[in-house]
């Protein structure tokens, strides 16, 4: 299966960005600009968030989003109309991230056809286990070409970790430790003998790390032992405040550029 | 039919494990081997003496004259009020810390909405030496106040949890986030028959003794074993659900659960689920869920604070959808009346949410030699303060 998660991974192999933020955070209609720029200032991949009134694998930045932009009216309705010429603008690879129900009700068949029709390229549905992945959808994600990614944690046992990687045609959305989302990524022993024992597996699939990369340095140490990092809590963080949203998304990116783009 | 869930935890199409892989290491271990232990001759053992010795058990099956002749059939009150904390909740907690302790967990969560699971759960925790930290919604916090009292003087760590409508269900996310962060040490006692399978059956089966007692209390009392009808209040269902187990495939005898209207089904302040709700996700099992049209759980309202969360477990859902169990629901105000009328006419002050179960009496058109079976979940002592609010209210 080709999508554009597939070519990035195969045409950059290390140091991938990847962003996360929440739609309709902080305001309802920023959704389009924050990729937009986002994407100018360098993410090579964007996670979109489809906020949920009951977020039980975040941590209190996300879940604080989710509510701002529940209270705003966000939907994945009006995601969907909002993101409907964004390949217009945005060719980095972007990706879906929310939790079942909401997606369930919207329709799976439904969901995967209009993310087809708006090129998106994949989802994470952490809620979403393995096994029904496996039975119900599957067959439907790959007739519209999405990429469902897995995680794996420090707890995921290798056979397992040898199941989500055989059924992986995107990456693998590596959690750092064991926590929710936001909690500061340690860097001690224990989690970078969990990065090498999985680097030292040799799968198929590349892994993102996530969960925890806040800044430059957590994302250069993330970015040895996989493809690259995903940061999410940090940059919701960054997106609050009162400037305009493009000032917020592109002084937050220069942390991770050795040259500003403007 | 069976009523009883699948080797994947599904109820008809109810239940499964929707869970985040951060909590698939522990769900799998105790969906690999809750059966083994707790069927053991040494868990039941010790399980079956802690029930009897410990908390009181069996409860009493009460005859009520006075209901029977106001109700103009046979009443039984299955007084589970009586167990030691004060209702049902222990006997799911005493068998989900003897599990914990096989498996060697240090630490317990429990999240809590009336407060009588947080002290049924912080009770055996004291009495087991494990640290013990219980999630409750701060509304929850505010109006069942003796009983958090109660788990600080046991030794437990109580934390208001802020987020959402600041109740049972946000109590819940904030447990299982816990989990997320503390998967090694920790154990999390669900409280009801909710949550990613093994939980809605396990809890079931712990609550089971309820309808087991039922069963040889009523033989000795009436020379029958099956009531014509068994009346029980839901929350998420679980002493519905130990009411209903040992009945499930009698369909003779009739199933009643009685949901929380709140200040009426259409009112939007209501926790009435099978009325309001659809097929949904929350909390790891596919069940009835109170929710908006794009899937967004909408914040229940419920007078009672146990019965106060937007869905109900994964066995109610298919005891609805099959018609094995009749739904009702009984508003705040029905429930105050009921539990005052069983006051003055019994001396007995149940709690707010066995209120609603008492309140279907009045539904309900009995014949004159209709066994009734209604389950008196727990006791009303940390409810004085709603019930005194309402009564000044009224006069
Ligand atoms: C006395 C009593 N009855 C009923 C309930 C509702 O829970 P469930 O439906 O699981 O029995 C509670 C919950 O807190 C309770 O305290």
């Known amino acids: 299966m080709e999508n554009r998660i597939t070519s990035l991974l195969h045409q950059k192999g290390e140091n991938i960005l990847s962003i996360y933020f929440t739609a309709g955070y902080p305001e309802l209609n920023d959704t389009k600009r924050i990729i937009e720029e986002l994407e100018r200032c360098g993410a090579d991949l964007i996670e979109i968030g489809m906020p949920f009134s ?67 390229d994949g989802t994470i549905i952490p809620d979403l286990p393995l096994e029904v992945y496996q039975e119900e959808y599957k067959e439907i994600f790959e007739k519209y070409s999405l990429s469902n990614i897995f995680l794996i944690t420090p707890q995921t046992p290798e056979q397992r970790i040898r199941m989500i990687d055989l059924l992986s045609n995107g990456f693998i959305y590596m959690v750092s ?67 305009p949203i493009e000032h917020k998304v592109n002084a937050f990116m220069l942390k991770f550029l050795k040259t500003s783009i403007i | 039919m069976n009523y009883q869930s699948d080797e994947k935890g599904y109820y008809g199409t109810f239940g499964g494990a929707f869970i985040p892989e951060m909590m698939q290491q522990n769900i799998s271990q105790l969906q690999s081997c809750y059966i083994e232990i707790i069927e053991s001759d040494s868990f039941k053992e010790e399980f079956k003496t802690l ?12 005859y009520s004259d006075r209901l029977s002749d106001h109700y103009k059939a046979h009443i039984y009150l299955k007084r589970e009020d009586l167990n030691h904390t004060g209702s049902h909740k222990i006997n799911n907690t005493i068998g989900q810390i003897l599990l914990a302790k096989r498996l060697g967990k240090t630490r317990i969560i429990a999240e809590t909405g009336a407060g009588q699971h947080g002290v049924a759960t912080a009770t055996v925790c004291a009495r087991a ?23 600080k003087m046991l030794g437990a760590e109580v934390r208001p949890v802020q987020s959402g409508s600041k109740t049972l269900k946000d109590a819940t996310n904030e447990a299982i986030r816990d989990w997320i962060n503390n ?52 929350g998420g269902g679980s002493n519905a659900a130990g009411s209903f187990y040992h009945f499930l495939n009698n369909p003779e005898v009739k199933l009643i659960a009685v949901e929380a209207g709140g200040k009426g089904v259409d009112t939007g302040e209501s926790a009435a689920t099978t009325q309001l709700g659809r097929p949904g996700i929350l909390h790891g ?58 006051s003055q006419k019994e001396g007995i002050i149940p709690a707010l949410e066995s209120a609603h179960a008492l309140a279907a009496l009045e539904m309900i058109e009995f014949k004159p030699d209709d066994v009734v079976v209604v389950n008196v979940s727990g006791r009303g002592d940390k409810d004085m303060e709603t019930f005194l609010k309402y009564f000044q209210s009224v006069k």
């Open chain 1, 54 to 120: 009951d977020p039980v694998a975040d941590g209190p930045v996300i879940q604080h989003s989710s509510e701002v932009a529940l209270s705003n009216g966000m939907t994945i309705n009006l995601l969907f109309e909002q993101l409907k010429e964004i390949r217009k603008t945005v060719s980095v690879p972007l990706i879906l991230m929310g939790y079942l129900n909401p997606v369930m009700q919207f329709g799976i068949e439904e969901f995967c056809l209009k993310c087809k029709e708006t090129g998106i």
């Open chain 1, 177 to 243: 430790s064991s926590s929710t989302t936001g909690v500061k990524e340690s860097g001690d022993n224990e989690q970078i003998a969990y990065f090498e024992r999985i680097r030292s597996m040799n799968l198929r699939s590349k892994q993102l790390i996530g969960f925890g990369i806040s800044d430059k340095a957590s994302f250069e140490r993330a970015a040895q032992y996989a493809s690259g990092a995903i940061i999410g809590s940090a940059f919701v963080t960054a997106l609050a405040g009162e400037m």
């Open chain 2, 51 to 62: 029930l009897s010795d410990y908390a009181g058990r069996p409860s009493p099956l009460y």
């Open chain 2, 129 to 151: 030496g494990l640290e013990c930290i219980v999630y409750m919604g701060a509304v929850d916090v505010a109006r069942q106040s003796p009983n958090v009292e109660k788990m």
């Open chain 2, 183 to 234: 998967p090694v040490d920790t154990h999390y006692i669900i409280g009801s028959v909710v949550g990613p399978h093994p939980y809605p059956d396990m809890v079931a089966r712990f609550q089971s003794v309820i309808s087991e007692e039922i069963r040889i209390q009523l033989k000795e009392k009436t020379g029958r074993e099956t009531p014509d009808y068994v009346i029980a209040c839901v």
């Open chain 2, 285 to 342: 099992s596919r069940s009835l869920l109170m929710q908006t049209a794009d899937g967004q759980v909408i914040e229940p309202y419920s007078i009672s604070a146990g019965l106060d969360y937007p869905g109900i477990g994964p066995m109610h859902a298919n005891l609805f959808k099959t018609h094995r169990a009749q739904f009702l629901s009984a508003t705040d105000d029905q429930a105050l009346k009921a539990a005052l009328y069983l």
